[in-house]
Antibody, heavy 120, light 108 residues
Framework: QLQLQESGPGLVKPSETLSLTCTVSGGSISSNSYYWGWIRQPPGKGLEWIGSIYYSGTTYYNASLNSRVTISVDTSKNQFSLKLRSVTAADTAVYYC????????????WGQGTLVAVSS | EIVLTQSPGTLSLSPGETATLSCRASQSVSSSYLAWYQQKPGQAPRLLIYAASSRATGIPDRFSGSGSGTDFTLTISRLEPEDFAVYYCQQYVNSQYTFGQGTKVEIK
């Protein structure tokens, strides 16, 4: 059974960089059938896609966050990571990692999510 | 950017009734790239429907999706107590994903 697990600090100071890692178990991140993505959800609000990566390193970012986001993949560790720079309180959210199948682009497996608060 | 608008914002129904949820796109969306999710409090979203009308693995047949172009519908027949949740539609085009704002299905 595929599992995804987010990890990283739960508290980040304003203007600093938010860094999260998603560890994939029960399957290979190097499969050519899937993309791997980050989605976030501010408390009490809806879902926002941040960006996605293919195992080869090809990335796609939300145009509204593009200037602050970097997503990378480490196939040797079966992990992919998110960096969001210059954070503000508006970046406080539950951050999810998830898998999307090529061809349908629905996110069929999700991590449990991790709450990241931006506060001094 | 394609904007997805879901309606109604909240749907108040009783168990056993049928829920009809709407998702309207600001531009035409390929049916291949329209999905629906269910989210319960404190949980990650769960994929229900992909490619507008295909049920994901393990999803009961009381959940069905339909539509094309700019108008899509999620129908939940014979509502069960565990179906009361928030539902999101999502589309993918030109390497960009967007989600609708959600519809809450609550117990009447």
């Amino acid at each position: 059974q595929l599992q995804l697990q987010e990890s990283g600090p739960g508290l980040v100071k304003p203007s600093e960089t938010l860094s999260l890692t998603c560890t994939v178990s029960g399957g290979s991140i190097s499969s050519n059938s899937y993309y791997w993505g980050w989605i976030r959800q501010p408390p009490g609000k809806g879902l926002e896609w941040i960006g996605s990566i293919y195992y080869s390193g090809t990335t796609y970012y939300n145009a509204s966050l593009n200037s602050r986001v970097t997503i990378s993949v480490d196939t040797s560790k079966n992990q992919f990571s998110l960096k969001l720079r210059s954070v503000t309180a508006a970046d406080t959210a539950v951050y999810y990692c998830a898998r999307a199948r090529r061809g349908s682009q629905g996110f069929d497996y999700w991590g449990q999510g991790t709450l990241v608060a931006v506060s001094s | 950017e394609i904007v997805l608008t879901q309606s109604p914002g909240t749907l108040s129904l009783s168990p056993g009734e049928t829920a009809t949820l709407s998702c309207r796109a600001s531009q035409s969306v390929s049916s291949s790239y329209l999905a629906w999710y269910q989210q319960k409090p404190g949980q990650a979203p769960r994929l229900l429907i992909y490619a507008a009308s295909s049920r994901a693995t393990g999803i009961p047949d009381r959940f069905s999706g339909s539509g094309s172009g700019t108008d899509f519908t999620l129908t939940i027949s014979r509502l069960e107590p565990e179906d009361f949740a928030v539902y999101y539609c999502q589309q993918y085009v030109n390497s960009q994903y967007t989600f609708g704002q959600g519809t809450k299905v609550e117990i009447k």
